[in-house]
């Protein structure tokens, strides 16, 4: 009985969809000896949308169990997406689709980035916020971002 159920748990952890991430920089925040708490800032270009980059800031964990990637991160993230050049829709989008992920545990906990079509005033709304396998509920900490679409 466990084991299947950890099977589903180790399935859902790797299901965070795989974008192309770059990292911006970080900033050290507690010293460590094996490495420090740092807050690290990533920009993901957006797979369908031409011209819109989010970058997400998010706290990393250093010490022993960082260094290892047994530590669990804070859910405590800030997301910023921006026009970074002519904003193009590659197709149709569904109203609300995951679009980026973050790993936030070396198994249980993602960071998940949703991108919301608001057709009405024709903007996407990105939605940064996490998961947790082991408990009933996820983190309420949350972040928005929005960025116009022109045409």
Known sequence: MIRPVLAALIACAFAAPAAAQTRVGSVNTTFRLLGDDKIVVDRYDDPKVDGVSCYMSRAETGGLKGHLGLATDPSRFSIACRATGPVSLKGKLPDNEVVFGAS????FKQI???RIW???????????WST????????????VSAVAVDH
Do not use: M
């Open 112 to 114: 998940r980035v949703s």
């Open 104 to 107: 936030a545990s070396w198994l």
């Open 132 to 143: 947790q396998a082991l408990t009933p509920e996820g983190s309420p900490y949350n972040s």
């Open 118 to 128: 608001d057709k009405d005033k024709r903007v996407l709304v990105y939605l940064v």
